[in-house]
């Protein structure tokens, strides 16, 4: 594969498993050295390992991005290794289905915490060192979720929603600045999604759903995620969506 993405620095979150992962990978493949960050330190190692094999440089930065402090290191420590900033992929996510009746409101907030607030600081810290370099891309994982909705989804597809609309205000606001903003939305992924449903019913409906025959891979978003950095300064693809072919949904 040709380096196209070598001399950049990407952070990517949620790095630990899923979409973040193979993202890390396929930036790695193109050549960027990356920060991986999760809060699981185990996974982040072994990640660690298997890109430097590919003779890139990798900083691993545990944490939570629902924690305002660690979230706005993990960039803040990206820029003070590699000296700079280029992509800032977020894909720490995690699911929630329930009716509205019956939420348990700390897993709403905790929904909101994670996929819209920990995405909004690693977004803010970013901003600064991406104006300095005059250019900068950043890639939010939204989800189908994020551009219509159903029973059950109230909180996920709220935080979808909502990181669609701080996303491209963001983008609004940014790019006079070189910086690019995507909102990604990705259909049914293999990937470890449905470990954080609490609810054991909806947690093995959604497994299924994301491992069925024909479901999207999670190195399939990786490539697109590339395709999005890799284009000319001036193109700023800020919105896709990518899902199974089988889905014949609106
Ligand atoms: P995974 O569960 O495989 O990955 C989720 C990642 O988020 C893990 O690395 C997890 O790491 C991390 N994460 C979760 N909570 C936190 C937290 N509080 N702080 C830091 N990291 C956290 O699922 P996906 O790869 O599928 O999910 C990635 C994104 O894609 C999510 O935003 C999801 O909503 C979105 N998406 C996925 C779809 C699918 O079908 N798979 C469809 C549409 C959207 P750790 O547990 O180690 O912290």
Same mark, same amino acid.
Request: charged residues 20%; neutral net charge; proline residues 4%.
């Given at each position: 594969?040709?380096?196209?993405?070598?001399?950049?620095?990407?952070?990517?979150?949620?790095?630990?498993?899923?979409?973040?992962?193979?993202?890390?990978?396929?930036?790695?493949?193109?050549?960027?050295?990356?920060?991986?960050?999760?809060?699981?330190?185990?996974?982040?190692?072994?990640?660690?390992?298997?890109?430097?094999?590919?003779?890139?440089?990798?900083?691993?930065?545990?944490?939570?991005?629902?924690?305002?402090?660690?979230?706005?290191?993990?960039?803040?420590?990206?820029?003070?290794?590699?000296?700079?900033?280029?992509?800032?992929?977020?894909? $720490?996510?995690?699911?929630?289905?329930?009716?509205?009746?019956?939420?348990?409101?700390?897993?709403?907030r905790r929904v909101m915490d994670v996929n819209l607030l920990g995405t909004v600081?690693?977004?803010?810290?970013?901003?600064?060192?991406?104006?300095?370099?005059?250019?900068?891309?950043?890639?939010?994982?939204?989800?189908?979720?994020?551009?219509?909705?159903?029973?059950?989804?109230?909180?996920?597809?709220?935080?979808?929603?909502?990181?669609?609309?701080?996303?491209?205000?963001?983008?609004?606001?940014?790019?006079?600045?070189?910086?690019?903003?995507?909102?990604?939305?990705?259909?049914?992924?293999?990937?470890?999604?449905?470990?954080?449903?609490?609810?054991?019913?909806?947690? $093995?409906?959604?497994?299924?759903?994301?491992?069925?025959?024909?479901?999207?891979a999670a190195s399939e978003i990786a490539d697109a995620i590339v395709f999005i950095?890799?284009?000319?300064?001036?193109?700023?693809?800020?919105?896709?969506?990518?899902?199974?072919?089988?889905?014949?949904?609106?």
């Open positions: 594969m040709t380096k196209t993405l070598t001399g950049r620095v990407a952070l990517v979150t949620g790095a630990s498993s899923g979409i973040g992962e193979a993202a890390a990978i396929a930036l790695a493949q193109a050549g960027a050295d990356i920060a991986i960050s999760a809060r699981r330190a185990d996974r982040l190692e072994v990640l660690k390992a298997k890109i430097e094999a590919l003779g890139v440089k990798v900083l691993a930065l545990p944490g939570d991005v629902v924690d305002e402090k660690i979230a706005t290191e993990a960039v803040e420590k990206t820029v003070a290794h590699f000296g700079k900033l280029d992509i800032l992929v977020n894909s $720490a996510g995690i699911m929630h289905m329930g009716t509205t009746e019956g939420t348990d409101l700390a897993e709403f600081y690693t977004c803010k810290a970013a901003i600064a060192p991406m104006k300095a370099q005059g250019r900068g891309d950043i890639i939010n994982i939204s989800s189908q979720a994020g551009r219509k909705t159903g029973p059950m989804v109230g909180a996920y597809s709220a935080s979808k929603h909502a990181l669609n609309a701080m996303s491209d205000s963001m983008r609004q606001e940014v790019g006079g600045h070189g910086i690019r903003v995507c909102v990604l939305m990705p259909g049914a992924t293999t990937t470890e999604v449905a470990t954080s449903i609490s609810d054991p019913n909806f947690r $093995a409906a959604i497994q299924t759903h994301v491992t069925k025959d024909g479901a999207v950095v890799s284009q000319p300064q001036r193109v700023n693809i800020d919105l896709i969506s990518i899902r199974p072919t089988i889905d014949t949904s609106p």
